[in-house]
Nanobody, 117 residues
Framework: QVQLVESGGGLVQAGGSLRLSCAAS????????MNWYRQAPGKQRELVAG???????AYADSVKGRFTISRENAKNTFYLQMTSLKSEDPAVYYC???????????WGQGTQVTVSS
């Protein structure tokens, strides 16, 4: 089992920045991918960014150049640094971790990001 606890959401002005954190605990040695998803009201959950255990990253086109995913192994934590926030970015953001052996996915509780114009 893996537990994920998110923090860092909130209200920010358009053009501003926020950093989300996701602290992992439990059987983290089997995790081989860590991701951030978001879900806006009335929309499907979408993958925003991901990082593998080898350090490879990937981003949705809508956030490339603005968001950065990173990991701090010593703290078992991964992050989503969001800059130049836009009106289309507000959503509940979820961190996600994938067990490399079973492909089981774990989810954080979600954190709200709101952007004011």
């Amino acid at each position: 089992q893996v537990q994920l606890v998110e923090s860092g959401g909130g209200l920010v002005q358009a053009g501003g920045s926020l950093r989300l954190s996701c602290a992992a605990s439990g059987s983290i040695f089997r995790i081989n991918a860590m991701n951030w998803y978001r879900q806006a009201p009335g929309k499907q959950r979408e993958l925003v960014a991901g990082v593998t255990s080898s350090g490879s990253t990937a981003y949705a086109d809508s956030v490339k150049g603005r968001f950065t995913i990173s990991r701090e192994n010593a703290k078992n934590t991964f992050y989503l640094q969001m800059t130049s926030l836009k009106s289309e970015d507000p959503a509940v953001y979820y961190c996600n971790a994938v067990d490399g052996l079973t492909r089981l996915e774990y989810w954080g509780q979600g954190t709200q990001v709101t952007v004011s114009s």
